[in-house]
């Protein structure tokens, strides 16, 4: 479904071609050099290396599947992969693998007591990828061996028997759906003949509740269970755009997403250290009134006028690209969230944003430059003591700011 979505697309039929051969190939690649990726336990904050294959990936996207919005995000996550970034799978692969909320006794317990008694040898896999095709007896096989451990009796064979009855029902299916596709509740619907079968074209996994539309389809359901409901609301529900290979990983929209305590002292500290650098545009145009009203002028030395402008122009230079910064990562960030929010889920924001992630290695160098200048400045001693003083600090809160974007990973 994912395939054909994106081929029926235009803009990403183009941006991302081929997109089933990418992902087999892909496939093949880490079976041959698996990748070693580097995941944070979300519960301990411990960090864990996991090891990544083909059928491991195969894995992770079957889980990942069952997010909203994923037909919009795939072919952005394989392409992303194929340039060795794995930014996304570090992300969302601890929330599966360390889920601690996940009943692993349960599920067997059901699964074992209704299917445990079938055949891999039966499985037809004719429609299935190859590298799926290939791992799905193995796969099987596993949950036969957990089975014969399980202390479970398995239920006869009526138990898969379908439901029969007459009474008004709703089936609701997502057409993304990767566990309970939507031929499910159509093959469910045949014993169900007074049975309404409603697919959410843009749904995954559990589209009951999930939004206005379908909310008013299950009231309508509700109200007059022996009519058909008005499903028409469906087919006006914007699909999400694609997203396009130039969208650009931002690393702390990770930590953003979940508001980590440690993101939010970060934050704060910027904060400060920024407000402390754009302190100069204020101080030194008072400094410069006061020093017009008073007439009071001083003869400086040539040394000293070119330390003097040049550090003020550094620092200067610092507060006003630091707020050219932040204000086009914002602008960024409010247009995915207004216009597009699937690039949020790929922990990425639009091109357009490229050119400002650069700045943070102007702000850098333009750090060395201001802290060298504060230290000519102590030498100088045609400079008041209060002068010194206030320019070290406007180094402190450079340096400091520039230290907060290398924790964020944006330096």
Excluded at 83 to 94: D, T
Excluded at 145 to 152: H, I, K, R
Excluded at 230 to 247: K, W
Excluded at 252 to 261: A, D, F, I, K, M
């Amino acid at each position: 479904e994912l395939f054909r979505a994106c081929n029926d697309d235009p803009a990403c039929a183009v941006d991302y071609p081929n997109l089933e051969g990418r992902l087999l190939q892909l496939v093949d690649d880490l079976n041959e050099n698996p990748a070693i990726i580097e995941v944070i336990d979300p519960e301990t904050k411990e960090t864990v290396d996991v090891y990544l294959d083909g059928h491991a990936l195969l894995d992770f996207f079957f889980q990942t599947f069952y997010l909203p919005d994923m037909y919009a995000t795939f072919p952005k996550i394989i392409s992303d992969l194929e340039e060795g970034n794995y930014f996304f799978v570090a992300q969302i692969l601890p929330l599966f693998a360390f889920d601690q909320t996940f009943s692993e006794g349960m599920y067997l317990s059901v699964i074992c007591a209704e299917d445990g008694d079938f055949s891999p040898a039966d499985l037809d896999t004719t429609a299935l990828l190859p590298p799926v095709a290939a791992y799905a007896p193995e796969d099987l096989q596993s949950y036969l061996d957990s089975c014969a451990l399980w202390p479970v009796e398995i239920l006869p064979p009526s138990v898969d028997d379908a439901v029969s009855s007459d009474i008004p029902t709703l089936l609701l299916s997502g057409q993304f759906d990767p566990i309970t596709p939507p031929y499910f509740a159509e093959k469910a619907a045949e014993s169900l003949p007074n049975a309404t079968h409603v697919i959410d074209p843009l749904g995954s996994h559990g589209v009951a509740f999930n939004g206005d539309c379908i909310n008013g389809i299950v009231q309508d359901f509700l109200d007059d269970p022996y009519s058909e409901p008005d499903a028409g609301c469906l087919q006006t529900v914007d699909a999400a755009a694609t997203i396009p290979p130039s969208a650009v990983t931002f690393p702390l929209l990770g930590p953003l997403s979940t508001l980590e305590t440690p993101l939010l002292w970060q934050t704060g500290l910027a904060t400060l250290f920024l407000l402390g650098a754009l302190s100069a545009f204020a101080v030194w145009f008072v400094v410069f009134l006061l020093n017009a009203v008073r007439n009071k002028h001083r003869e400086w030395t040539q040394a000293e006028k070119r330390l003097r402008w040049g550090g003020r122009l550094l620092a200067l230079a610092f507060g006003g690209l630091a707020v050219l910064f932040v204000a086009g990562v914002m602008t960024a960030v409010i247009q995915a969230l207004f216009y597009n929010t699937a690039y949020l889920s790929v922990y990425s924001l639009p091109g357009a944003v490229r050119p400002f992630l650069f700045i943070p290695y102007l702000l850098l160098l333009l750090a060395v430059g201001i802290v060298v200048a504060a230290a000519l400045n102590w030498r100088q001693e045609g400079f008041s003591i209060w002068s010194k003083l206030y320019y070290t600090f406007l180094a402190v809160c450079a340096v400091g700011y520039v230290v907060v974007l290398m924790a964020q990973g944006l330096i």
